[in-house]
T-cell receptor, first 112, second 116 residues
Framework: SQTIHQWPATLVQPVGSPLSLECTVE??????LYWYRQAAGRGLQLLFY??????ISSEVPQNLSASRPQDRQFILSSKKLLLSDSGFYLC???????????FGPGTRLLVL | AQKVTQAQTEISVVEKEDVTLDCVYE???????LFWYKQPPSGELVFLIR??????QNEISGRYSWNFQKSTSSFNFTITASQVVDSAVYFC?????????????FGSGTQLTVLP
């Protein structure tokens, strides 16, 4: 069976510091990978998605970037965090040409 | 552009009551998929159901049932005999193709509270 991991689970960072969130998927090959952010108030916003190693599509221009160095690894980064980057970050995967996205446990980020 | 509307921000029911969560969507695609996810307090989104636009049959899974009506662009979710463990935020979502991937457009969610 497939599992998706995210770490860290919780992170408190000062404004201006760098960020690296990691997501890995087990039990599948060539998945599509996604990063979402959920700000207070519940709405989920797609940030990035990837259909393969090194292939990143950005949905929202912002302070964040994503990379996919390996088939089942997806990283969300920032060089300098802003207060507005606070939120709940969810990684998801789907099968290539699959319709359903399955989500990880998420990372709660608080920028102070 | 695609849009999903969940007009009910919060619903509160007493245990064993039935409750229906509404979802209305907008899309220009002729082929699309609709989803419901559950987000318990832990935060993880749990997949509940997927429906494609060509299948309007209603579906029942235990205490859960879904009513898809293309004519009204609605995909409503009913929980029968609600339980405290059903308390969560429920999201309706619509997917659209984007190259080799599909993007999900989420509604704003409905917070369901089931009181003992």
């Amino acid at each position: 069976s497939q599992t998706i991991h995210q770490w860290p689970a919780t992170l408190v960072q000062p404004v201006g510091s760098p960020l690296s969130l990691e997501c890995t998927v087990e039990g599948t090959s060539n998945p599509n990978l996604y990063w979402y952010r959920q700000a207070a108030g519940r709405g989920l916003q797609l940030l990035f998605y990837s259909v393969g190693i090194g292939q990143i599509s950005s949905e929202v221009p912002q302070n964040l970037s994503a990379s996919r160095p390996q088939d089942r690894q997806f990283i969300l980064s920032s060089k300098k965090l802003l207060l507005s980057d606070s939120g709940f970050y969810l990684c998801a995967w789907s099968r290539r040409n699959g319709e359903t996205q399955y989500f990880g446990p998420g990372t709660r980020l608080l920028v102070l | 552009a695609q849009k999903v509307t969940q007009a009910q921000t919060e619903i509160s029911v007493v245990e064993k009551e039935d409750v229906t969560l509404d979802c209305v969507y907008e899309t220009r695609d002729t082929t699309y998929y609709l989803f419901w996810y559950k987000q318990p307090p832990s935060g993880e989104l749990v997949f509940l159901i997927r429906r494609n636009s060509f299948d309007e049959q209603n579906e029942i899974s235990g205490r859960y049932s879904w009513n898809f009506q293309k004519s009204t662009s609605s995909f409503n979710f009913t929980i029968t005999a609600s339980q405290v463990v059903d308390s969560a935020v429920y999201f309706c979502a619509l997917s659209e193709p984007s190259g080799s991937a599909r993007q999900l457009t989420f509604g704003s969610g409905t917070q369901l509270t089931v009181l003992p």
